[in-house]
């Protein structure tokens, strides 16, 4: 079943815009993170947030999460062309580790 | 340091046949986890294992899909009889599970299957 819903679906920006994707969840979580997915290529894990933390950065890339609104988003500022791919948020709920992924932000960033 | 590696990368077959997928999980990952991606299901929790025990293969579509982990540096995936609603990129991802819970995975590049 699907856990993380992301949105919007697609996102187009010109290089150098920030780039906010969202995702909601339904049950309680662990952690929640996110990845990029290149065209072709695996999905690569960005960040973690636990879920008794707000905010994290890294980079270029901000995290918050709304364990109230059971909610997250993904900022990346200063976007650059090479950011163009899919983006996944992805919730950690149980004790064995496994993940359920949303559907994805396909993000375009023109240069 | 390697990463996840799958192969093949891409399989081309005529409905029937048995496919056999491969994944060689990053060294001293005890979680692995198949997954399969597309563009109407997203990606798909088939199965996953952790000490190459199955934990939960709620997720495999039919009886025709089996995984199996030998050991801790190798698991294969199998669909026999295949069918064209079997095509999809089917991903391989490995991480360590420890008391903390669930950590990043890491994904292998994927294996594009097509079913004729």
């Known amino acids: 079943s699907q856990q993380g819903e992301e949105d919007p679906q697609a996102l187009s920006i010109q290089e150098g815009e920030n780039a906010t994707m969202n995702c909601s969840y339904k049950t309680s979580i662990n952690n929640l993170q996110w990845y990029r997915q290149n065209s072709g290529r695996g999905l690569v894990h960005l960040i973690l947030?636990?879920?008794?933390?707000r905010e994290k950065h890294s980079g270029r890339l901000r995290v918050t999460l709304d364990t109230s609104k059971k909610s997250s988003s993904l900022l990346i500022t200063a976007s650059r062309a090479a950011d163009t791919a899919s983006y996944f948020c992805a919730t950690d709920s149980g004790s064995q580790g496994n993940l359920i992924f949303g559907k994805g932000t396909k993000l375009s960033v023109k240069p | 340091d390697a990463g996840v590696i799958q192969s093949p990368r891409h399989e081309v077959t005529e409905m029937g046949q048995e496919v056999t997928l491969r994944c060689k999980p990053i060294?001293?990952?005890?979680?692995l986890f198949w997954y399969r991606q597309t563009m109407m299901r997203g990606l798909e929790l088939l199965i996953y294992?952790?000490?190459?025990?199955?934990?939960?293969d709620s997720g495999m579509p039919e009886d025709r899909f089996s995984a199996k982990m030998p050991n801790a540096s190798f698991s294969t995936l199998k669909i026999q009889p295949s069918e064209p609603r079997d095509s999809a990129v089917y991903f391989c991802a490995s991480s360590h599970l420890g008391l903390t819970g669930g950590q990043p995975q890491h994904f292998g590049d994927g294996t594009r299957l097509s079913i004729l």
């Open positions: 060294s001293g990952h005890n979680s």
């Open positions: 294992f952790n000490n190459n025990v199955p934990i939960d």
């Open positions: 947030i636990r879920s008794n933390e």
